[in-house]
């Protein structure tokens, strides 16, 4: 529920009483000390560092009387994780979950002083039989992730807890018949018209006659109204309402890579026979997304390729504040990523509307990863809760797609999965579900096996969502992680609780083993933009084949060292900048058959631009040059082509194979870092994207006669 005129909401947050206590306690006859806590946090963050059990929580407030035919209700925003509620010694009701609002309508409980009691329980789960593999609490990565405090580590794996009243609660004021809820969603989208189906919850007192309108407007023009009324009779209780308006022309929600993010605003008001009024607003945008049988995105009928990450924004979503919101989102536009997956985990809506806003699609996965208990039990709450999810998100147009669940284990895939993906659907037809996320689609070669240049083999086709390295944060994130005397040289159990995989960089990464920390940080940064940049660069040049791809992962959710880009602090790592490259819509692209080579030798690379926009650009020109150790360029070779919408070009300069340059390396060449880099420009010269890479070259004790030249 949100405001609406004659609507009042007041705030209850502030500073709370609490204290811990033992399952068994009454929350209503504690008698030790109580302490304070800010009211909404995460306890582990402010006060009760690693707790997990009962704490129970008390405040006192005053309240004004309803006004009229006024309503109240108690609302929760977000509570972790189950929570039992009492109101001047009145039990309310119990909710289970992370993520969900839920509220209770108060009566007589409320007074004008009046004293709130929450008891809230975030358990422990026991380690070995419930915890990892047996999992109850429906958490996701909150409860169990290797980028978590203490990883899988039995004894550490769930410390860092993210139990509290995180997010906002509120006494909301509003007539006797009132809006509950309204979710909207585009059906038959086209540029030319399209239809807004509308579904809403209205709540009445008794049978009464009323009226509903809906209207609905462009966010960025007022003026451009549209509306439909309806007449009905309402029973006594909730009452389900559909709708449906046509809009002619209607202003269309596109990734910022292929248009503008149009939002508009719906209002449904009501208006009863005895003079009741009440209104609700919601955003939502136009939009169609359809995921064709061979894997192709396409975007209000208009193929899309993905360029992904996967996200965990955070560990305690009650710290996570608006203006930390804007700066991921506006490093991830600067990442030209137009695609998260929010991975394992529902995040605060305020991290939604971002997305909304910034044109990126969204790939939602439930609260569950790998193991969990399986039992009717936790298949009836699991199918509750993501419902919930969708009913939250519903009118998110960023969010595109639902996955159940992630990487799971083979019972909860057999069982738990189709039981999900069931739910999800008949909760919204409107959008595509995945079943689940598997290993199948989670390629990682050059970390957990083999070499990074098994990425030519494009595997996790035609969509891998995760790939990726660990690397280092830089020196000054590190020196904050963790005491000196652990930092170097490396205590690496310490390391290890920092999530640090220590087997996979020594022995499948094949680093070498460090002399200092400074050199370690940059050889795993090196390492890891090595990586990312030589499987980016395979999966887009098979652009058709590869519909799109989710790197792991973006930013790190608490002081650690794991796959992410951006560390803790949001301070870019070296694969930041090669993200960002690699993900440019138009990406010019250096092949080189090696990347080692000695004076004199032909060096044979192709050239190919790749080009995911919407538009064509006739007669581009392409510049090709290099870069000596010194910084001087020679340009190796420029010429034009053209660069349909959406399409992979190789360059062709006859009698060569198309795709095909050359350049002999000048004998008198030094050895060295050298670098080949590629532009492409409009036929105006605009730039369009840019791209490089790099060349060593190293000297031979041989005569010139024993070099080779091909």
């Known amino acids: 529920m949100q405001n609406a005129h004659h609507r009042r909401v007041i705030d209850l947050g502030g500073e709370w009483e609490f204290q811990t206590a033992q399952p068994h306690d009454d929350p209503l006859e504690l008698s030790g000390p109580w302490g304070k806590m800010p009211v909404p946090s995460n306890w582990h963050l402010t006060g009760l560092a690693n707790y997990t059990g009962v704490v129970v929580f008390r405040h006192a407030f005053s309240a004004p009387p309803p006004e009229g035919d006024q309503v109240v209700y108690l609302v929760f925003h977000g509570v972790d994780y189950y929570a039992d509620v009492w109101l001047n010694g009145s039990y309310l009701g119990h909710h289970e979950g992370y993520f969900q609002p839920f509220h209770f309508r108060l009566g007589e409980e409320l007074g004008q002083s009046n004293v709130l009691i929450v008891r809230v329980d975030c358990p422990k789960e026991e380690p070995g039989k419930e915890w990892p593999n047996r999992k109850q609490l429906i958490k996701g990565v909150f409860s169990h992730h290797d980028c978590r405090p203490g990883g899988w580590n039995l004894e550490h794996g769930q410390e860092g807890p993210t139990g509290g009243i995180w997010n906002r609660v509120e006494l909301m004021y509003v007539p006797q018949a009132h809006v509950l809820w309204l979710r909207l969603h585009p059906a038959s989208v086209s540029e030319r018209e399209s239809l807004v189906v509308a579904q809403a919850s209205v709540h009445s007192p008794k049978r009464q006659y009323a009226e509903v309108d809906l209207t609905i407007w462009p966010l960025s023009d007022r003026q451009q109204v549209l509306s439909q009324g309806q007449k009905l009779f309402l029973q006594p209780g909730e009452n389900r309402l559909h709708l449906l308006l046509p809009v002619s022309s209607p202003r269309l929600w596109w990734t910022w890579d292929h248009g503008l993010s149009e939002l508009y605003v719906a209002r449904l008001v009501l208006r009863t026979e005895d003079g009741s009024y009440d209104h609700l607003e919601e955003r939502f945008g136009i ?373 095909t340059c050359m350049w002999r390396i000048p004998w008198e060449a030094e050895p060295g870092s050298y670098s080949i880099h590629v532009e492409v420009s409009d036929s105006q010269g605009r730039g369009l994207g840019r791209n490089w890479q790099e060349l060593k070259v190293v000297a031979l004790p041989l005569p010139r006669s024993w070099h080779p030249i091909f």
């Open 287 to 659: 939009r169609e997304l359809r995921i064709t049988e061979d894997g192709e995105w396409r975007l209000n009928g208009r193929p899309i390729f993905v360029r992904g990450t996967n996200i965990i924004p955070t560990q305690w979503l009650g710290h996570y504040r608006p203006e930390d919101i804007v700066r991921d989102v506006q490093l991830l536009r600067e990442a030209n990523v137009n695609a998260v997956r929010v991975h394992a985990h529902v995040n605060r809506p305020e991290l939604y509307d971002a997305l909304d806003g910034a044109g990126i699609l969204v790939w939602q996965d439930f609260a569950m990863i790998w193991g969990y208990e399986d039992s009717p039990d936790v298949a009836r709450r699991a199918t509750a809760q993501i419902k919930d999810m969708v009913h939250l998100l519903y009118n998110h147009p960023s969010v595109v797609v639902w996955c159940c669940l992630n990487e799971p284990f083979p019972q909860n895939r057999r069982v738990l999965g189709p039981i999900l993906a069931d739910a999800v659907s008949r909760e919204d037809p409107s959008r595509h579900v995945e079943e689940v996320s598997d290993f199948n689609s989670h390629p990682y070669p050059g970390w957990y096996y083999g070499s990074y240049r098994e990425f030519s083999g494009l595997p996790g086709a035609p969509m891998p969502t995760e790939f990726g390295a660990q690397a280092l944060p830089c020196l000054e994130t590190m020196t904050e992680m963790m005491p000196r005397e652990d930092l170097w040289p490396p205590n690496w159990e310490r390391w290890a609780y920092h999530n640090f995989q220590y087997l996979e960089t020594f022995h499948i990464a094949h680093l070498p083993m460090p002399h200092s920390l400074d050199e370690f940080i940059a050889e795993s940064q090196d390492y890891q933009a090595q990586l990312l940049k030589f499987a980016i660069q395979h999966y887009r040049l098979n652009k058709g084949k590869i519909k799109g791809l989710f790197q792991f992962m973006f930013m790190d959710p608490w002081p650690a060292i794991t796959w992410s880009v951006v560390d803790y602090r949001r301070k870019p790592k070296k694969g930041y900048h090669v993200l960002a490259q690699c993900y440019q819509p138009v990406l010019p692209i250096i092949a080189l058959e090696r990347e080692i080579a000695s004076p004199g030798r032909l060096l044979i690379f192709r050239v190919a631009v790749v080009n995911d926009l919407p538009q064509e650009f006739p007669d581009a020109q392409v510049k090709v040059w290099v870069t000596d150790p010194k910084g001087q360029e020679t340009v190796l070779d420029t010429f034009r082509l053209t660069l349909p919408a959406d399409s992979v070009v190789a360059a062709h300069r006859p009698p060569f194979p198309k795709g």
